[in-house]
């Protein structure tokens, strides 16, 4: 059969056709420059994403291990991409792809002396080259190529050239450590290679041996891609089974060995982590600290219904075709059966439609998963697809490429697809911008409640002790002055009176003094000048009372957020609800001063809390003038927490 190419296309001219040659040359040259230059700009370890994955590659060079404990407790590495397993982390991430890139470390650092402790920036962008511009720019190329034989009009090549190589979502991706450029990249090199086989009918051997190994590859990166690598087998068993059993089957049985080779020695399982998802081994306490995935915040709590779930990842704030409407040729195109079923690529439109169908399908059951992807700009799960869905427009660009009435839309369509794929800066690990836009228009709220007091809070002291006198209920808080000197701050339980109220001995820097609190009055809400007394019942001095609310003047802490805060006094976590007040106080030369309190309460120690933060500011410049931190040294006893994370 004749083959197809760029010369006999119908429309295209061998002179336009050296011309588009040209333009896809510098296009992609452009392109590769520009991404490379992206990268240079972007500093590793921007996401938990990434970060699991360069713990995974750490750890296995470094300690010779897939346990990632150590790396995730140096400052910048840690991830909520983890599980525990057997008393120990590992990385939520099937383990053969960093495996494979912690060989490439390995030899990164051997031939330059780098690490990635000490020269994260240099090593990762290096790498990242290795693994994502180079091969991607090979797939850009052979996409390029695929797109030069079967559209056959000027503006159908020129506008899918473009839109390859600039105007979708993997383009952010290229600057990170992830899954779905390498996985993409490779199913590109297998769909390229089985259409030369079934379409050009190429069918030497190593064409269906590579088709198979590339294939595999690419599942093995993108787990959801699996349909495409069985349709694959079936259309290429219809096109040569001897071949396909021969040479497809086994090389594709390589990447595959080696997946769950990996991963049976990562987990003593052949089992994924990821598949592990709401499990205990995903929802877990480690010395006191819940694990993100017991309390999802943001985008992963999965508030939204199936309707609005769809809804959104259609058209709405991470629409494939709201965020790259240039797909909504593709739809059309396969909305005109009768024009792509007629084109030399039919087998692979009504692959990529029925991949398509299928993958979303499975995520839209996913109603524990309905989180977008994460923090992210694109439907992570999705980008496999893309080159498909490129292809599958060119039956309707060859159809109506030289009308007006398509090409104004369509340009359109590829500056807000441009948009999108541009607009994160230096990181896939972001909003998308149409996101953006509905939150601050307030059509979407994905936020988090924020924690509550159960009622008003007019001191830093959360609680005071019931029953008879408790002699281990007592904490006490130092804080270093700039000259090196400690000040502290000593609570201690005294008992009950007859009255019903509560004696409390305050220790300052040495100074002794019991208080009397009432426990009612302090449970409802009153600020101090209600609830603490002299024992002789006289009211406490100006001086004191600015004690204890912990500013110059009666002011309610507002709810900030909930932490948990790791100290030098115990290895487990205490949980903290923080809260804050500040007010402006003018001084003797009338300068008008803030005083600030920070506050970590928590239920777990002696008197409700366990460190604050005292600032004072110019209210006018905001200049910060004064700081000084409190934190627990000792205390009695610590008191059980009173949560529900356990359930």
Known sequence: MNKPTAH????????????????????????????????????????????????????????????????????????IDLVRHNDHFYSTKPPLLPRLVAEIYRAVKAATGLNLTDNPEAVSRIILFIINIIPMGIAMWLMIRLIRRYCENLFGQLFLITATCWATLLVPFLSVFNNHTIGTTFIIYSLYLAISI?????????????????????????????????????????????????????????PLGAFFLTNYHATGGWKPFYLYYGTEKYRFIFEGKPSYWMSPQGIDQSKDSFPVYLMHCTIGHHGIYSLTPIFLVTLVGWLTPNLWWKSKLNKFHLLGLGLTVIVIGFYMTKT???????????????????????????????????????????LVFLCVSLFSAWYPSNSPWTKPWLFNVMNSWDWIDYSSPKPKFNQKVYSWIGAVPGGEKNDNYWIRLEAQNPDGSTNSIHLQDAGPTAAGKRLVLVVRNGYEKVYLFDVQLLGQGKPPIDFIRNTDGSELTPEELSFFRGVPKRRAYGSSRIRYVFTDIRTDAFKSHIGYTYTDVKNGSRKKLRYQRDVWFSQEVPFGVFQFEDKVSDSNTKELLSRKLWKITAAGSFLPRQTIEEK
């Open 368 to 410: 524990e998963n309905y989180n977008y992807g994460g923090m992210s700009v694109a439907l992570r799960w999705t980008l496999w697809l893309i080159p498909f869905w490129i292809l599958a427009m060119i039956p309707l660009l060859n159809r109506f490429g030289n009308s007006i009435y398509l090409k104004i839309p369509v």
């Open 198 to 254: 079934v379409v050009e009918e190429k069918e030497k051997e190593w064409r269906y041996a590579l088709c198979g190994l590339f294939a595999a590859f690419g599942v093995c990166n993108e787990l959801p891609a699996a349909a495409y690598g069985l349709a694959l087998f079936f259309i290429l068993l219809k096109s040569d089974r001897k071949k396909t059993l021969a040479y497809f089957v086994p090389l594709a049985l390589v």
């Open 8 to 79: 006999n296309s119908k429309d295209i001219t061998d002179q336009q056709s050296q011309l588009i040659g040209w333009f896809a040359f510098f296009t992609l040259i452009a392109f590769m420059s520009v991404i490379t230059a992206k990268l240079l700009e972007t500093g590793p370890l921007k996401s938990a994403n990434d970060r699991s994955r360069w713990c995974t590659v750490y750890s296995l060079v470094e300690e010779n291990t897939y346990e990632i404990d150590k790396i995730r407790q140096r400052s910048g590495w840690d991830t």
